[in-house]
Every structure is written in C-alpha cells, then in structure tokens.
C-alpha cells in the first residue's frame, strides 16, 4: 500500500492509501494520474508517488515530475 501525497493526504495521520500493483497498471497504461479519495485533490501523479515510497533523489524525482 502506497500513501497519497496530496496536500489534504501528506500530513493527514490516516490518509488515503493506493494498491501498488494498481499505480503500475496506471503506468503500464499510460496513465499518469490517479483520484485521491479524500479531500477535493483529484489528480495525484502516479509516479511521484512511487518516487516518494522508493525514498528517490531529488533528481530521480525530477525526472517523474516531467514524464
């Protein structure tokens, strides 16, 4: 389970929380956005928030910001 990084998610003591296997089908789909559940955010990057569970450099996470 990945935790939303929203802005309403990311210092919420229970945020949302997405499948894994679900953000890789997102990107083996092409899809770069995914709808948090909570909070009126609705699009969250797919892969900043695999970057964020996988703890990437600064330039690592750079490089999803731009795919």
Do not use: W
């Amino acid at each position: 389970m990945v935790p939303c990084n929203c802005r309403f998610c990311r210092n919420n003591p229970t945020p949302h929380f997405f499948d894994y296997e679900e953000l890789k089908q997102y990107l083996v789909e092409g899809e770069e956005f995914i709808k948090c559940k909570m909070g009126k955010i609705k699009n969250v990057s797919v892969n900043l928030l695999i970057a964020d569970v996988f703890n990437l450099t600064s330039k690592e996470k750079k490089r999803y910001e731009t795919q």
